[in-house]
């Protein structure tokens, strides 16, 4: 064995571990913008986080919005703006699903709110999931941001801003985040591919948008899956690895029934349910979207989105998934 072996070794050994290593990176932090012009598909509200930012001049801020839109990117951007390098030291980010209490308000908040900090003029409070908080801590939360509106800035984010008390609204400029365009995420998955030298078929693109629904996380994160689990990105893997069914088997799955062949449609339900994996949930999601791209005729779609609306209620109330949707398929057959 020559004296340079065990270097070599050791050499490729450290290149495999780096390689390794920056293959299972999580994506979605890898690349979650760091600026607010590299945010995608909010043409609308960037322009005006920039101004405040250009003019050092932030109130405070309402994130509402579905999950996977850039609520918590967009906050993150604005404090790296303000804060270059001290952004970490100006940034107090809390999840109020963690920490919904009274408490949270009392303690970390207003001691992050009352410490000393020099060289700005404020620091920012990112409370994620804002919508958690009891009704009692929202109201400590408004007394807080009166309190220490000369030194602190609040940026809420929320999925559901009707669940934020009026009196908390009315002191945040509101941005209504909504789900993704197409386009948007078509163009971030591609570049990511291309950065990450991933081949990605253009019916995997258009599976990928189709399954993440208007979220940007769900779309990386199931590109990243489907590249762990094979060379190329199709629509194939895609549809296996993120749970998701086609749309045409979906609509496959109405048709039946509405022409009276319940006993077709019920097995294509229990395919879906048992062979592919899906939860009653995310059938009920599928049929929801498509609806109005079924080739069904008007009347047939009123009624498949009433069934739906009363099947997602029961669900939702604890009803059996299976049984549920499997009355939906009886219904829309006995009415054929």
């Known amino acids: 064995m020559s004296a340079d072996e065990p270097e070599s070794a050791a050499t490729t050994e450290s290149a495999g571990e780096e390689s390794v290593a920056g293959r299972t990176e999580v994506w979605i932090e890898k690349y979650r913008p760091q600026t607010l012009a590299e945010i995608k598909g909010h043409e609308n509200i960037v322009p005006r986080l920039v101004s405040y930012v250009e003019q050092n001049d932030l ?24 804060y270059d390098d001290d952004w970490r030291d100006n940034f107090l980010e809390l999840n109020a699903s963690d920490e919904r209490g009274i408490d949270v308000v ?111 996380r769900k779309a990386i994160n199931g590109l ?43 097995a294509t339900l229990e395919s879906l349910l048992t062979d592919r994996g899906l939860a009653g949930g995310d059938v009920i999601d599928q049929l929801h979207r498509s609806a109005w791209e079924f080739d069904l005729d008007d009347m047939a779609t009123v009624r498949l989105l009433e069934r739906l609306g009363e099947v997602e209620f029961r669900i939702t109330e604890g009803a059996n998934e299976r049984l549920q949707l499997e009355a939906m398929l009886a219904s829309l057959a006995l009415e054929e």
Do not use: W
Not at 59 to 82: D, Y
Not at 164 to 180: G, M, N, W
């Open 106 to 216: 009392r303690d970390r908040i207003k001691n992050f709110a009352r410490s000393s900090f020099g060289g700005y003029n404020y620091r920012i409070i990112f409370l994620d999931e804002a919508d958690a908080l009891t009704s009692d801590a929202q109201s400590a939360l408004r007394r807080t941001m009166e309190q220490f509106s000369h030194n602190t800035r609040f940026i809420l984010s929320c999925n559901y801003s009707s669940q934020i008390i009026d009196p908390i609204q009315s002191r945040c400029a509101v941005f209504r985040f909504t789900e993704l365009s197409e386009a948007a995420i078509e163009a971030q998955v591609r570049e990511i591919a291309e950065t990450e030298d991933i081949e990605v078929t253009d019916d995997g693109v258009d599976a990928l948008v189709y399954a993440a629904a208007g979220d940007m």
């Open 59 to 82: 109130p405070n801020l309402m994130f509402s919005g579905p999950a996977g839109t850039g609520k918590t990117t967009a906050a993150q951007a604005v404090a790296r703006e303000l």
């Open 224 to 266: 990243q899956a489907a590249a762990v689990m094979g060379e190329t990105v199709d629509e194939e893997g895609v549809f296996a690895i993120t749970a998701t069914a086609r749309p045409e088997e979906v609509e496959e799955m109405v048709e039946k029934a509405i022409a009276g062949d319940f006993t077709a449609a019920r």
